[in-house]
């Protein structure tokens, strides 16, 4: 039961993210500068993220160390996630929310796959299969035919 509530929490992300991008990009319409929008996305964000995490934090007593992780890990998830809502805000009136999605999906299940593959950032290492392979290639193909028919 946790597994379905999990998956669904997934499915649920994406939706997120599938409005996120025209939310921006209407932003970025309105302002007439995207990267001010996914700034103030990203602000916006850091605010709410704050005050729930510091609620939480609270409520369970927890103690943050703050010289555990190496350095890099504190910018390099903001400039990442800055660079994708970025581009999402700029690519959405391009390809359509649809496309878009579909093309980032590609980009991500790709990526992961080398992730697995690797063991890279402290993952479980999973090999690359016949069967990711072809779910792969049918993802990326299922992207080019949203965008082009």
Request: proline share 3%; with cysteine; aromatic share 10%.
């Amino acid at each position: 039961m946790a597994g379905v509530f999990w998956s669904l929490l997934g499915v649920a992300a994406g939706i997120f993210i599938a409005f996120q991008a025209p939310i921006n990009s209407q932003l970025s319409r309105a302002l007439g500068f995207p990267v001010a929008a996914a700034a103030l996305s990203f602000f916006v964000g850091a605010v709410v993220l704050a005050v729930v995490s510091t609620v939480l934090i609270r409520a369970q007593g927890i103690q943050l160390d703050w010289q555990a992780p190496t350095p890099w890990l504190f910018v390099g998830g903001g400039c990442l996630g800055a660079a994708f809502v970025t581009s999402a805000t700029i690519l959405v009136p391009r390809l359509g929310a649809a496309a878009l999605m579909a093309f980032m999906v590609s980009g991500q299940l790709l990526a992961g796959m080398i992730i697995d593959r690797f063991g890279l950032l402290g993952v479980a290492v999973r090999e690359i299969t016949l069967g990711r392979v072809a779910g792969a290639m049918a993802l990326v193909a299922g992207a080019l035919m949203i965008r082009l028919y």
